[in-house]
């Protein structure tokens, strides 16, 4: 039992039931007075991604022995459908079972056209608040999103379920300064997703040595949905003005680690790291490697067979050495050595070593550089 007694909770309810059961969403809520910042954190919205939800409780304890100066709106449990799901002893969380849509994968543009309204049209937008000043203008410019928004989750109770828990999450998470949406992979190192725009070495301040940058691109994921339209505004608006203004939206998606494990130990030295960046307090002074999206690369079987690992995660590798080896049975192709042809620093492995011709085997960073 932990202790959450100075958050308020409240509840939004999500789709109901045959049976008459409902699922809904419980945040926990905690403000200061004058605060800093705002910080929205949510975990598991893959349902067996469950190490986010120790990070959790873990700030909810903090926060109920000691104020810090942020407001906090905290969901530990971001899908609860999906955490439900098991297919034998796993957890099935990535996916919805009934139409295989990756949970992840619903969250919308809110700069696009919809059925309730017309593309925002930035340029026209910053001409007519200009005048305004940066600060100002994105301000209303969230604001305007923020109606967007609204009109499309009033419209999502009929709505297929992931797209009805999209627009409820990113809602949420709109209004906030810093938003971490704490996801785990297969078998990984800790490591993050960032947008280009906060690397630096603030970065630094997470326990986490290793970050995968994000263009200034639409995804439907969670994290690039929410910061996107800011960053996208944010370019436009340098542009019209020739001024250097950096987007003040502080998003990630945290991989905490393996999927299907739940550390309390790890879990505090992550939020250390965690609420070392929020506050900027430190001058971390630890390594770290980085690279874009596109360098991280996903290698796939070539063939069916059983991987085997024999690199190390995290480590940094030089260019053909194994990554690891396919092993085939008797009668067919031999076994098949997996390895990159430059340098390369492994993040993540398949959680199972079954793997089909095509399935994914590692993660490896490459063209990766230090954080400075
Ligand atoms: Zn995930």
Same mark, same amino acid.
């Given at each position: 039992m932990y202790e959450v007694s100075t958050m308020k909770s409240y509840q939004r309810a999500l789709k109901t039931l045959a049976s008459g059961n409902a699922y809904e969403l419980t945040f926990y809520? #905690?403000?200061? #007075?004058?605060? %800093? @910042? =705002?910080?929205?954190?949510?975990?598991? !919205?893959?349902?067996?991604?469950?190490q986010g939800?120790?990070?959790? =409780?873990? !700030?909810?304890? =903090?926060? @109920?022995?000691?104020?810090? &100066?942020f407001d906090f709106k905290l969901l530990p449990l971001a899908n609860p459908a999906a955490f439900d799901t098991k297919m034998g002893e796993y957890g099935y969380g990535r996916f919805d079972p009934r139409t295989g849509m990756n949970w992840n994968r619903g969250f919308v543009n809110l700069l696009s056209a919809s059925d309730f309204f017309e593309a925002f049209e930035c340029e026209r937008f910053i001409n007519t608040h200009a005048h305004l000043g940066y600060d100002q203008a994105i301000h209303v410019f969230e604001h305007a999103l923020k109606e967007r928004l609204d009109i499309l989750v009033n419209a999502s109770a009929g709505q297929p379920p992931e797209t009805q828990l999209a627009l409820i999450l990113h809602q949420e998470a709109l209004?906030?300064?810093?938003?971490?949406?704490l996801h785990c992979? #297969?078998?990984?190192? +800790?490591? !993050?997703?960032? &947008?280009?725009?906060?690397?630096?070495?603030?970065?630094?301040n997470f326990t986490a040595q290793h970050f995968i940058t994000t263009p200034c691109r639409f995804s439907p994921c969670f994290n690039q949905a929410v910061f996107y339209p800011f960053w996208h505004f944010t370019e436009q608006w340098n542009r019209h003005t020739g001024e250097t203004n950096v #987007? &003040? %939206?502080?998003?990630?998606?945290?991989?905490?680690g393996s999927k299907e494990s739940y550390c309390s130990e790890t879990?505090?030295?992550?939020?250390?790291?965690?609420?070392?960046?929020?506050?900027?307090?430190?001058?971390?002074?630890?390594?770290? *490697? *980085?690279?874009?999206?596109?360098d991280y690369h996903r290698l796939r079987a070539p063939r069916g067979g059983i991987f085997e690992l024999s690199c190390e995660l995290g480590k940094v590798h030089l260019e053909k050495e194994d990554i690891g080896v396919?092993?085939?049975?008797?009668?067919?192709?031999?076994? !098949? +050595?997996? @390895?990159?042809?430059? /340098?390369?620093? +492994?993040?993540?492995?398949? @959680?199972?070593?079954?793997?089909?011709?095509?399935?994914?085997?590692?993660?490896?960073? /490459? =063209?990766?550089q230090e954080v400075s």
């Open positions: 809520q #905690s403000s200061v #007075s004058k605060p %800093k @910042a =705002r910080v929205y954190m949510q975990a598991a !919205l893959h349902g067996a991604e469950i939800i120790a990070v959790i =409780r873990h !700030l909810q304890e =903090r926060l @109920a022995q000691s104020d810090l &100066p209004d906030a300064d810093y938003i971490f949406d992979d #297969s078998i990984s190192k +800790p490591y !993050l997703y960032t &947008p280009q725009y906060l690397l630096n070495k603030r970065l630094l #987007s &003040p %939206k502080k998003a990630f998606t945290y991989e905490l879990a505090k030295t992550t939020l250390d790291g965690i609420l070392n960046y929020v506050t900027n307090a430190h001058n971390p002074v630890s390594q770290a *490697w *980085w690279c874009t999206e596109d396919l092993h085939t049975f008797p009668g067919q192709e031999a076994s !098949l +050595p997996i @390895a990159y042809e430059d /340098t390369f620093i +492994p993040l993540t492995v398949t @959680a199972s070593p079954v793997a089909h011709q095509g399935d994914e085997l590692v993660k490896i960073m /490459t =063209r990766y």
